[in-house]
């Protein structure tokens, strides 16, 4: 019970941190500069992340979670609004 739990909060906060990416990248790139590239290294990620956790029994639910949020955010300083925004903030 308690891994089929684990199972259901990992995927329900995987899809929903997939989902505030794909947001936030649509709201700073618009539809025509959206980094898909991105955003499918973001799904493959997750998936990898996912099928580590159920393959070992000893990697908690909170490392799994702290290492897609870490993992998306790195995808997201080396998308191009991100990296444009850095360039007029320090110039």
């Known amino acids: 019970m308690k891994k089929t739990l684990s199972t259901i909060v990992i995927a329900a906060v ?29 799904i493959i990620g997750g998936l990898i992340i996912f099928s580590l956790k159920q393959r070992f029994d000893k990697m908690y639910t909170r490392e799994a979670l702290g290492a897609f949020a870490l993992y998306i955010f790195y995808v997201a300083l080396f998308t191009a609004p991100v990296m444009e925004a850095v360039k007029a903030l320090v110039s």
């Open 14 to 42: 995987f899809v929903l941190l997939t989902a505030t990416f794909g947001f936030a990248e649509y709201a700073a790139a618009g539809g025509e500069n959206f980094p898909y590239f991105h955003l499918g290294l973001v």
